[in-house]
């Protein structure tokens, strides 16, 4: 069963305008947290923001936030005022449990995002 | 400055052979990741170590083997029983694998692996 789903396999978005992409979950772990990275095309992951299941405020992290709906299971970033420099890949992520889970991250599909001037 | 270094940056590899690729931290981290991105898709799991001189497989271990005998190194190898090795591979650390669990996933730059 898929652990992370992001839905968008591609999404565009005029710059200075905001973007939501989509993830939803799935574990019966009460403790985990959500994790979003960024890759551009030269392939390295950026880390953009953290969501802690027990966290009661959404997560920011400056033009990053986190719409976190728990029972919803979905943990969608929003980047507001898009920068030319944002298109990438955006991929989910989901690490569960405590140690014997290993710290292991389940990645989403990714989303594509494009930024147009 | 502190970071992750991959190499090399691209490896090619003949039928039959083993290769290795080299991953080495200087975050002083305890645990460190192999995962496998193929084209189009997220990555996945290979191996992983929590401490020096322990790893566990991951989701696609099969025909990868990787060491732990330092903590700022975790070299893995592409064996000949890897049938579809063609893939980009990223090294990652965190400080550690379980108690600081909002703590991130530290990644490499990558090694993209080609068939000859």
């Known amino acids: 069963a898929q652990k992370i789903t992001q839905t968008q396999p591609g999404m565009f978005v005029q710059e200075k305008e905001a973007v939501t992409l989509d993830c939803t979950y799935d574990t019966s772990d009460p403790s985990y947290g959500l994790f979003w990275y960024k890759q551009p095309s030269s392939g390295e992951m950026i880390f953009l923001i953290y969501?802690?299941?027990?966290?009661?405020q959404n997560a920011t992290e400056g033009r990053y936030s986190l719409n976190f709906q728990k029972a919803r299971k979905s943990a969608n970033l929003v980047i507001s005022a898009s920068q030319l420099g944002d298109s990438a890949m955006y991929f989910c992520?989901?690490?569960?449990?405590?140690?014997?889970?290993?710290?292991?991250?389940?990645f989403g599909q990714g989303t594509e995002l494009s930024v147009k001037p | 400055d502190g970071g992750i270094t991959q190499s090399p940056k691209y490896l090619f590899r003949k039928e039959g052979q083993n290769v290795t690729l080299s991953c080495e931290q200087n975050?002083?981290?305890?645990?460190m990741y192999w995962y496998r991105q193929d084209p189009g898709q997220g990555l996945r799991l290979i191996y992983y170590?929590?401490?020096?001189?322990?790893?566990q497989k991951g989701d696609i271990a099969e025909g990868y083997s990787v060491s732990r005998e330092k903590k700022e190194s975790f070299p893995l190898t592409v064996t000949s029983a890897q049938k579809n090795p063609t893939a980009f591979y990223l090294c990652?650390?965190?400080?550690?694998?379980?108690?600081?669990?909002?703590?991130?996933?530290?990644f490499g730059d990558g090694t993209r692996l080609s068939i000859l």
């Open positions: 992520a989901m690490r569960e449990g405590g140690y014997n889970q290993g710290g292991k991250l389940i």
């Open positions: 990652a650390s965190s400080i550690d694998s379980g108690t600081h669990s909002n703590q991130p996933q530290h």
């Open positions: 170590s929590q401490i020096v001189n322990d790893f």
């Open positions: 975050l002083n981290h305890d645990a």
């Open positions: 969501q802690g299941s027990y966290d009661q």
